[in-house]
């Protein structure tokens, strides 16, 4: 499809375990954004790529959680020795930089729903 | 720092009636204000934006936003309800200050459209 996919959808992860969350953008879309979203909070900013250079990483919790996009398209987030507070749902969004009128919308996926036991 | 109110959790509104989700921010300087909303098993969805100019903004599905200055707000509305609306709807902001779309979102409200 032509929208930004993630995967997985679903992860059950032991605590201590290492998990990584997979995002597919929008072919051509420059930017991409991680959010984490808390079961009845919005989401939360964790880290922006510019194609393939990371910008901001400010919203990262710890140094467990480690974000790349090598070639500047697939983004993979990873984190590591998982604590019962990572459960979320990880949002995956990207977007052009620009449009005619200001900014381009955010495009999200589905999300990717953490569980850790 | 920067926030993002919405200060119903849930609206309920009969369908054919008029709807307006309630939106505050706390921001300095001039932000670019969005709605999205989020349907059950769905991705974030954009409506609308506000960047400059006039201060109701037309979006998506017959949506329109009002932007107050004075009263930092940006109430999402719509004139006639519909059942198919019912969804979770998050207001943002964009404080401009970092070169990119860093965008700070309220925790939503649910809208709960009746027969």
């Known amino acids: 499809g032509a929208g930004v996919s993630q995967s997985p959808r679903y992860k059950v992860a032991k605590r201590g375990q290492d998990v990584a969350l997979r995002c597919d953008p929008i072919s051509g879309h420059v930017s991409l954004f991680w959010y984490q979203q808390a079961l009845g909070q919005g989401p939360e900013f964790l880290t922006y790529?510019?194609?393939?250079?990371?910008?901001?990483k400010s919203g990262l919790p710890s140094d467990r959680f480690f974000a790349e996009r090598p070639e500047g398209s697939v983004s993979t987030l990873k984190i590591q020795r998982t604590q019962q507070e990572d459960s979320a749902v990880y949002l995956c969004?990207?977007?052009?930089?620009?449009?005619?009128?200001?900014?381009?919308?955010?495009?999200f996926g589905e999300g990717s729903r953490l569980t850790v036991l | 720092a920067q926030s993002v109110a919405q200060p119903e959790d849930q609206v309920n509104v009969a369908e054919g009636n008029p709807l307006t989700v309630k939106c505050t921010y706390s921001v300095s300087g001039n932000p670019y204000l969005f709605w999205y909303v989020q349907y059950p098993n769905r991705g974030l969805q954009f409506l609308l934006k506000?960047?400059?100019?006039?201060?109701l903004v037309k979006g998506s599905y017959g949506f329109e936003a009002e932007f107050n200055k004075s009263q930092t707000s940006f109430h999402l509305k719509k004139p006639s309800a519909l059942v198919s609306d019912s969804a979770l709807y998050f207001c943002?902001?964009?404080?401009?200050?970092?070169?990119?779309?860093?965008?700070?979102f309220g925790t939503g409200t649910r809208l709960l459209v009746s027969p």
């Open positions: 969004a990207s977007s052009l930089s620009w449009v005619a009128g200001g900014p381009g919308e955010l495009f």
């Open positions: 943002a902001v964009d404080p401009r200050n970092t070169g990119f779309q860093k965008l700070v």
């Open positions: 506000y960047i400059t100019g006039d201060n």
């Open positions: 790529f510019q194609n393939e250079a990371q910008l901001d």
